[in-house]
Structure formats: C-alpha cells, structure tokens
C-alpha cells in the first residue's frame, strides 16, 4: 500500500531529478589520476575528463551505424590474437618494446587519437611491418624479432583494425604478438580519455 502511495505521489509530482554529483575526481584506476607517455610532441598526460557531467557527443554517440559495414566486431578477430582494455593500452604505451597502432584512414586519425599511437593505416600495414620489428626478405616478412603491438580503430563497430590483423597475421606476423583493442576510440572517448590531435594533422 505505502509503495501505491509513493508511486502515485511520483506520478503526480513527477520523479524526482537525478543529480549528479559534480567535481569528484576522475580517475583512470583506484589510485592513479593520470599517466605519462611519449608521444612525437614530447609527454602528455592520459587521464580523464574531470567534469562528472561530461558526454560523448557527434559520431561517438551514435549507437546504429548500418551492417555491413558497421557490423559488430568479435573480441578475437583471429585465432591467437589477444583482445586487450583501456589498463592494457595504457601499460602498453609504457613499454618501450611495445606498440600501439592507430589503423584508421588518415581522415579519422589527424581528428584525434590515443597519445603515442602510430599511425599504420590498416590498408598499409602489410607493407610496414619493419616498422613493427619484422625484416624484408625475398619471400615476404621474417617476423622473428616482431615487436608486441595492440591496434585500436573506431570501435567495436570498426572493421578497420580486425582487417589489418588478419593481413598481418597473413603476411607472417605471429599472432601471439598481437593486441586488439576493439573498444577504440568510441569507448576511449566514452570514458573521458585524452585525445591529441597529431601534429602533422
């Protein structure tokens, strides 16, 4: 009976306003606010937007791109890849042998990207892998020092990074080496995470 009361006490005043509550501090994790990392324009902090109020706006808050080509992405784009969150990327960014990849077209990427990602357009990569650790021989790629490297495009909608790994992995780059970030810069933005713009962007 109470609940009948203070449903319809609700339904004639109206619900009551969510707040929320402003100024609280945003962190990355329990105890880490923000981290360095090296980027071509010298060290720049990630850490996250601190207005509690904050949302994704334009393209990062669309939910129904049509498929194909928007579809879903699974988690493992290939067999033996390693699907990886936003803590992985960031440790990753702090490993000198380690590589993060922006895969998008030049378009997406100089409209922003995660501090220290390269750029390798997915429909370059197979012709780049010396810059990830492999060397040129006559048959193709020896891959025998290949460097760990996570690659990241718009989301988990984007197709953009699973093709490059999957041309990767056919070009002769061991997939144990090999990170997907599927979140993206969709959820990367969604959670308030530094964006740079590059500077030959």
Not at 22 to 37: D, E, F, L, R
Not at 49 to 54: E, H, K, P, R, V
């Amino acid at each position: 009976m109470r609940f009948l009361t203070i449903l319809s006490l609700v339904l004639v005043l109206g619900a009551p306003a969510i707040s929320y509550a402003q100024n609280k501090p945003v962190n990355i994790g329990p105890n880490v606010m923000s981290v360095p990392v090296e980027t071509e324009a010298g060290v720049v902090e990630i850490s996250r937007i601190q207005d509690n109020g904050n949302r994704i706006d334009g393209d990062w808050a669309r939910t129904s791109r049509p498929c194909p080509n928007f579809c879903v992405q699974p988690m493992v784009p290939a067999k033996g890849v390693t699907p990886i969150g936003e803590q992985e990327v960031i440790a990753m960014l702090q490993d000198p042998d380690a590589v993060l990849v922006d895969s998008r077209v030049a378009k997406w990427y100089n409209n922003g990207t995660i501090p220290g990602a390269q750029h390798i357009a997915y429909t370059e990569v197979s012709d780049r892998l010396d810059e990830l650790g492999c060397e040129i021989d006559f048959d193709g790629w020896i891959c025998d020092d290949a460097k760990p490297v996570a690659l990241f495009c718009n989301g988990p909608w984007c197709g953009q990074s699973p093709t490059a790994i999957r041309a990767m992995i056919k070009a002769g780059y061991p997939a144990d080496k090999i990170y997907y970030y599927r979140g993206g810069m969709q959820v990367w933005r969604m959670l308030g995470l530094t964006v740079i713009e590059p500077k030959d962007g």
